[in-house]
């Protein structure tokens, strides 16, 4: 397996505009986390999928924000309007449930950048 | 809320050094304790703990779990250069697959 995929690599876009940031988890995973990285909070979980279904959105900053799994081979994260302090480094992460193993892999990250 | 803290934010050692990281959590339902590391991208997985006094280990790096004091410690002996990371821990808990995760330690090897 090519292991969790994410694209774009980086984004560079304007205040305001749509953003959707893309991945594709391991095949066979059933957990798949959204996590955003700053230098100031660290990794900070935004939401995360069991079986393609949302459990917990808290981490979501806002309403300008939102995530979707369409199936279990792809999930979206969309910004709009996107603002500076969104810049960031988006990790897209999947595991495996089971009662012993609860390591989760990442994929290489979008670095977003708002001016 | 789930809290992990580490400690401490950043390192910076000579090479061949010892260096020992630490890692305190509070986590409901309290699970595994991971540890991770991140140079320039994705965090890679170097341990998951889940018993007392159980340590694991991997080459030069090794970690132990205290579930009574609820820390972990990460120990890198002969540090090398590649080395230099961000070393992150998570702490989940049972019922769901969160991680949450520290803020990380930045350890930097001089040659």
């Known amino acids: 397996d090519a292991g969790v995929i994410q694209s774009p690599r980086h984004e560079v876009t304007e205040m305001g505009q749509e953003v959707t940031l893309r991945c594709k988890p391991i095949?066979?995973?059933?957990?798949l986390f959204w996590y955003r990285q700053t230098m100031m909070r660290g990794l900070e979980l935004l939401i995360y999928?069991?079986?393609?279904?949302?459990?917990?959105d808290s981490g979501m900053p806002e309403d300008r924000f939102s995530a979707k799994m369409p199936n279990a081979s792809f999930s979206t994260l969309k910004i709009q309007p996107s603002e500076p302090r969104d810049s960031a480094v988006y990790f897209c992460?999947?595991?495996?449930?089971?009662?012993?193993?609860?390591?989760?892999?990442f994929g290489q990250g979008t670095r977003l950048t708002v001016v | 809320e789930d809290k992990v803290v580490q400690s401490p934010l950043s390192l910076v050692v000579h090479e061949g050094d010892t260096v020992t990281l630490n890692c305190s959590y509070e986590?409901?339902?309290?699970?595994?304790l991971l540890w991770y590391k991140q140079e320039k991208k994705a965090p890679t997985f170097l341990f998951m703990l889940?018993?007392?006094?159980i340590e694991k280990k991997s080459g030069r790096l090794s970690s132990i779990l205290d579930k009574k004091e609820l820390f972990s410690i990460l120990n890198i002996t002969a540090t090398q250069t590649g080395d230099s990371a961000v070393y992150l821990c998570?702490?989940?808990?049972?019922?769901?697959?969160?991680?949450?995760f520290g803020t990380g330690t930045r350890l930097t090897i001089i040659p």
């Open positions: 992460a999947s595991s495996f449930s089971s009662w012993a193993n609860t390591e989760a892999f």
């Open positions: 095949s066979g995973h059933d957990y």
């Open positions: 999928f069991n079986n393609n279904v949302p459990i917990d």
């Open positions: 986590v409901t339902n309290f699970r595994s």
């Open positions: 889940t018993s007392s006094g």
């Open positions: 998570a702490g989940t808990n049972f019922g769901n697959e969160k991680l949450t």
